[in-house]
């Protein structure tokens, strides 16, 4: 009893009296369930958080240059050599491990299940994705003659899916003590009125941090310390959703490690100077992905001597970190972004309700928020048709449709 009116006076203090009535109608199983839930929400930062999505984007003063990149089809013969020379010595002595973020919601494609489970329809028969991802493991492994661990990040919401799918299919042939998956943490959603959610289960509903949660999430599961055990150095990191994302570049890992530097990733350019998508650049002296909304319009549109846009390189999540690189930066805070998005939820009569529009706040740090805490980072451009192609939304651009046409154009281009 005496707990009950505890979390009553929390949620009042916190404007969230609504939950005080899921509460009530619950039977003893599932109001404990809740109750705990409830003490373990971190009020201040859920308030903080709601009252950043009323604020304006401040933008600051800051010093916008761009950033040096090089661009893989024009290395020449020996910088390609070299960087292979090096990057093939980190993977084959077994210093080189992949963590796939699969923890995210993929509203947008609204698949029934994990992103990786949805089953592109390549030659005929079609392939999974988490299939294509571990053919091109297995193909890096056949090359350089080890097996590369490969870390899975889910979210508390699709971690038995994800699981007793890989384990129904075999793990697609890759040696299972060799995929390791991790579960991320986890924030409320809330409602546009800064009122949380209760889902079909009579829990509050939360969602996963945002792919910037994998630096605290491969700390506090300890996958870092798995990493070290087994002698990793160096640590791929890209989404789930890249059908063409190459796992194993010994180019880029070659490159940034040539270059003394702690961080590499990959870029494509631009498809036209006011496209939609974050750039990399340097901010007050350091690397950055500066969102569209952030470049101001001139400095979209400028050129370099070469006529090529100066912030053109748009980021893809092909991401390299050391594993010193990871270290540090598992231990500090990222900022949260926010993003609205459709969540189903059930309103005081129990009824579910499946909304239309987005209608719920989801708080998110993103991975390249890391970037900040470095000097510089190695920015490879690589070719949009041979490395990007992203499973994102239902129809239109970056679409089973799109991604199934990129695929299969590549593979056909190796074959001929
Ligand atoms: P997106 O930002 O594209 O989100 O994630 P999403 O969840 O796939 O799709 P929408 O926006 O709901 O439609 C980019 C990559 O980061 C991962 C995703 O799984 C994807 O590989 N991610 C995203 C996480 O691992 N965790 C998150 O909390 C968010």
Known sequence: MGENRDVETLLKKYNQEHIIQFINKLDNGKKVDL???IQNIDFNQLTELYENTKRKVEIKENKIESIQYLDKSKLTYEEKEQFDKIGERVIKNGQYAVVTMAGGQGTRLGHDGPKGTFKLDVYGKGKYIFEILTENLKEANKKYGVIIPWYIMTSKENHEATKSFLEKNNYFGYNKNNVILFKQGELPLLDLNGKLLVGKDYRVKEASDGNGGVFSSLRSTGMIADMKERGIKWIFIGGVD???AKLADTILLGMTIDKDLQIGSKSVVKANPHERVGVFCKMNKHPKVIEYTELPKKMAEEVDSNGELRYGESNIACHLFSIDAIDK??????????????NSYINEEGKEIIPDEPNAYKFEAFIFDAFDLFDNMAVLRVKREDEFAPVKNKEG????????ELYEKFWNRQKS
Do not use: G, R
């Not at 930066?329 to 459709?342: D, N, P, R």
């Not at 651009?397 to 199934?404: E, G, L, R, Y």
């Open 397 to 404: 651009v970056d679409s089973p449709k799109t991604a199934k």
């Open 329 to 342: 930066i598992s231990k500090e805070v990222l900022i949260y972004h926010t993003a609205v998005k459709k």
């Open 242 to 244: 890249n059908v063409l």
């Open 35 to 37: 109750i705990n839930q």
